[in-house]
């Protein structure tokens, strides 16, 4: 079994206070993932898909679904290179989840939206991520609607984040 995280954003829409981001910022050369060096890695991972079992995350850093087309393009290479053999998983903070995604068949296809989540209520959650807490249930409600048990929340544990 092989397992593969793709990093597309290192921006992020959130300002979580309990990310790495926001202690050492993300240093890296380029915002977001070069198209060319995205095709080649599809094409490489879902070439191995179509003889073990693979896993492609989209996930990092950053935010990927701030560049939706770029999601969609690497979905669509790792369905295409693996012959649909591959499992995809897509990390976010829910924020950016719009019902337009579904209309691809790419995005329909993933195994799973595992969405990050913490606070016990909208004002902590607003507090922790900086982001708006309806909005963000309003999108999750919506995507479980829409492509139904592919949602996931993980829930962040704070208390283990912190120091003792």
């Known amino acids: 079994m092989k397992i593969f995280d793709l990093e597309l954003a290192s921006p992020c829409n959130a300002r979580c206070d309990f990310c790495p981001q926001k202690f050492q ?25 179509r003889t073990e079992r693979t896993f492609a995350v989209l996930c990092g850093m950053g935010e990927n679904l701030l560049r939706k087309p770029l999601v969609l393009r690497a979905l669509d290479g790792l369905q295409q290179a693996s012959g649909g053999r591959i499992n995809t998983t897509l990390v976010t903070n829910g924020s950016p989840l719009t019902p337009e995604l579904a ?6 296809r993933l195994d ?4 990050s989540f913490a606070g016990h209520d909208k004002d902590t959650y607003e507090a922790l991520y900086r982001l708006k807490h309806d909005r963000v249930i309003e999108n999750v409600i919506t995507m479980n609607r829409l492509l139904p048990g592919r949602i996931y929340i993980r829930a962040v544990d704070l208390q283990r984040l912190r120091p003792h």
Do not use: Y
């Not at 915002?31 to 879902?46: H, K, V």
């Not at 209309?103 to 329909?108: Q, Y």
């Open 25 to 49: 910022g993300v240093k890296r050369g380029r915002p977001f993932m070069d198209e060319e060096i995205l095709d080649r890695l599809t094409a490489d991972i879902g070439a191995i898909a």
């Open 103 to 108: 209309e691809h068949e790419s995005f329909r």
């Open 112 to 115: 799973a939206i595992q969405v």
